[in-house]
């Protein structure tokens, strides 16, 4: 059952068995486990159906950090959550283990642990006719990858998900009895017992002011790698430093995958290079795709993080028909007059750095788009030109160069981190303040494996590779990166408490009962896309959280 939390006719407390706080890719793979079991399930989504601008303004905080970073454009708070812009990239988890180079790097559980849950999350993902090994499908792409000298660097392949988690699991679960989400609640607190080791119940409330309570027998925060460390340190009626954080690491260690231009590969055929690795070519019709990613020999060697690359044909002089052409359907996207598709456009746009709305709006109006559609008419030579360029799989312009774009696997910091600002929202909590830092082995690996890329590429297609000049200095040179919106690390899990926030099981250490979900618990991040694992780990978390609840006799009945 799907419920407005904003309607009066429903009660304001409820009882459950379980308790999901977020219904994104972790708390929907969680919740939908449970469908059938007689374990009643009470999932608390702050956002609804649809994308709303007064939702998603509670995910607006501030950074304080180098590089900079806003919270507000990376994730979306609604049924389905940052999901709803999602890529589809599926790839697992490749390094667990201990690396004596990488400061705190190591997870307590092995990649076999992992591996039966990364071949359930394929199902839920969609992708199950791919067989996987550790980290990379065995899918055939449909281009073949690029031969490179394997000891620097490797093609892995990565599988797309064809579903957004929101929009294919809402009908199961507004059909399931033992299910109830309640869509625009927020979690306000959650209160802790006196003794301050188990949770007694969720406060809620919602931006009209309604307020209430959820009691449950366990609780489960998956609100992503930001909001879960917010949470725990709202939580602070009992324990004033925050749930989980008696030794202050509840929102350290955290890490994004950082991206940034690396150089420039001159070649005579740019387009063999590009193609194997253009998604945009069989957007729609194929179901994998190769990345380019360092060895382990390589990382091993150098001393570096993992990472991977991605080469950007770019084009040379685009003819003013095709130039037109694209203007004029960049327009027509624009046109979208329902808030949640306007909520998503925006926040595509800004996360990829295109043109502010009020220069997209003032082109969509009547007028804009005449004269738009003249300019195209009068540009049908070149885009004739264009469409037998196209059907005889050309790139639609002919491009003159190869823009090297690297995403990299960032060191676990302490000093990188999540804390509470001094704003508060419109629900009178604290925003958010991200401190996003870099160390000297992040500086390293972009320059060292920019180098590696760079030269290997390069000789795969007989070209000439020019480092970026922010690369050509000194390791202490200023790293022009940005994120990529996988945040991560941030209740990062170890079996010693004094090492992270929730343990092998991601139950909160010193807490009977309470977990968190999602990238949070990663104590290290890979190259690799996370969602993939969020769901891994996600359905682990369920079928642990399934053998403790379904040993109660007394199931306990929502209230109603």
């Not at 502010?356 to 804009?368: F, I, L, T, W, Y």
């Amino acid at each position: 059952m799907i419920i407005d939390y904003r309607n009066d006719s429903f009660p304001a407390d409820v009882a459950a068995d379980l308790c999901i706080i977020g219904a994104g890719a972790a708390g929907l793979a969680i919740a939908r486990t449970f469908i059938g079991s007689p374990v009643t399930v009470c999932v608390v989504e702050s956002g609804g159906l649809q994308g709303e601008e007064q939702n998603q303004a509670l995910y607006d905080g501030s950074s304080i950090g180098f590089p900079e970073f806003d919270p507000s454009i990376s994730r979306m708070r609604v049924f389905g959550g940052t999901c709803n812009l999602w890529g589809g990239g599926c790839i697992p988890l490749g390094e667990l283990g201990p690396r004596e180079w990488v400061p705190y790097s190591g997870w307590p559980i092995s990649y076999d642990e992992l591996k039966p849950y990364y071949a359930s999350a394929r199902a839920f993902c969609r992708i199950e006719s791919h067989d996987f090994v550790e980290d990379s499908f065995l899918t055939k792409p449909s281009y073949p990858p690029l031969p490179f000298d394997n000891r620097t660097i490797v093609n892995k392949i990565f599988a797309f998900s064809p579903i957004l988690f929101g929009h294919a699991y809402r009908s199961e679960l507004e059909q399931a009895p033992n299910i109830k989400v309640l869509l625009h609640a927020n979690l306000l607190e959650l209160n802790a017992a006196s003794s301050g080791d188990s949770v007694q119940h969720a406060r809620i409330g919602s931006l009209g002011g309604r307020r209430g309570v959820v009691r449950a027998k366990h609780y489960v925060l998956a609100c992503g790698g930001i909001e879960n460390a917010r949470l725990l340190l709202l939580s602070n009626s009992v324990v004033p430093q925050g749930l989980g954080n008696e030794r202050d690491l509840v929102g350290r260690y955290f890490m994004d995958h950082p991206s940034g231009k690396l150089g420039t590969i001159h070649t005579d055929d740019p387009h063999r290079l590009a193609r194997p690795y253009d998604r945009n070519l069989g957007k729609g019709s194929v179901s994998s795709f190769p990345e380019i990613c360092l060895s382990e020999e390589a990382q091993r060697a150098h001393r570096i993080l993992n990472g991977r690359v991605r080469p950007f044909a770019v084009e040379g002089p685009v003819p003013k028909g095709i130039r037109a052409l694209r203007e004029l359907k960049s327009t027509l996207r624009a046109r979208r007059t329902d808030e949640s598709s306007s909520l998503e456009a925006r926040l595509s746009a800004r996360k990829n750095g295109e043109p502010p709305a009020g220069v997209r709006a003032a082109a969509a109006s009547p007028d804009g788009i005449m004269r738009q559609t003249l300019r195209v008419g009068w540009g049908v030579g070149d885009i004739a030109k264009a469409f037998v360029r196209k059907v005889t799989k050309q790139s639609t312009v002919k491009s003159d160069h190869i823009a090297l774009v690297g995403y990299f696997e960032q060191v676990p910091n302490p000093d990188s981190r999540i804390t509470l600002g001094e704003e508060r929202d419109a629900l009178g909590q604290p925003k958010v303040c991200v401190d996003w830092q870099l160390t000297p082995l992040d500086r390293h690996t972009y320059r060292t494996a920019a180098t590696l890329f760079g030269n290997e590429l390069a000789r795969a297609c007989n070209g000439r590779f020019q480092l970026e000049p922010w690369l050509e200095e000194d390791d202490s040179a200023v790293p022009r990166v940005f994120g990529t919106s996988h945040h991560l690390g941030t209740t990062r899990m170890a079996d010693d408490p004094g090492q992270g926030v929730v343990d092998r099981e991601c139950k909160v250490h010193g807490i009977d009962n309470l977990y968190v979900a999602g990238s949070s618990v990663f104590p290290t991040g890979g190259w690799a896309f996370p969602t993939f694992t969020i769901v891994a780990l996600s359905l682990r978390l369920a079928e642990h959280l399934r053998s403790r609840l379904e040993l109660v006799s007394l199931v306990t009945p929502f209230v109603v």
